[in-house]
């Protein structure tokens, strides 16, 4: 007795090389696409990270500075060179230095001798006397580094204080 070859089996039994190679392709094109997009996503959630850390910084300052500003006990001074803005501003018997240099804006004290950093990224810093009328307001303008070159929004900030002790 002679067995006949079952032809219709023959042809559904596997996976040719050329659908294995064509597999593999699509596979590729879709994992590269989904890697970038994975890292297009990751790299502005951490730019977003630090524009958020930046921008609480400087509420941060710029708060400490209206409370400093608020305090003063007598005339506060502003010294500006081409370099750096040092403003001293009297509370009782001691000073508080606000110093922006070299991108950095510190506050020291001069009753416990110590000075810390605010803001570490800091494009500009002007702090002015802005007078209104018999009201002895002050301004200070504040613009942030930006961290990324294609930041289109840059991180501006004006904060106003008045003091309580007109000297």
Known sequence: MKLKPNLSRAHTGGVSLLECLVYIAVFAVLMN??????????DHT???????DDIASALRAGEG?????????????????TTNEIV????????????????????????????????????ASQMAADERGDVPAWRWELELKERRQ??????????????????
């Open 33 to 42: 696409v989904g890697g970038a997009a994975f890292y297009f996503c990751w």
């Open 46 to 52: 951490r730019a977003t990270i630090y524009a958020t």
């Open 65 to 81: 500075w209206r409370a400093d500003v608020r305090a003063a006990t007598g005339k506060i001074s502003v010294k500006t060179t």
């Open 88 to 123: 001293q501003i009297p509370v009782g018997k001691n000073e508080v230095i606000y110093r922006f240099e070299a991108g950095e804006l510190s506050r020291e004290t001069t009753s416990q001798n110590n000075s810390r950093v605010l803001i570490a990224q800091v494009k």
């Open 150 to 167: 294609s930041n289109h929004l840059p991180l501006l900030f004006t904060f106003e204080a008045v003091t309580k002790n007109t000297p």
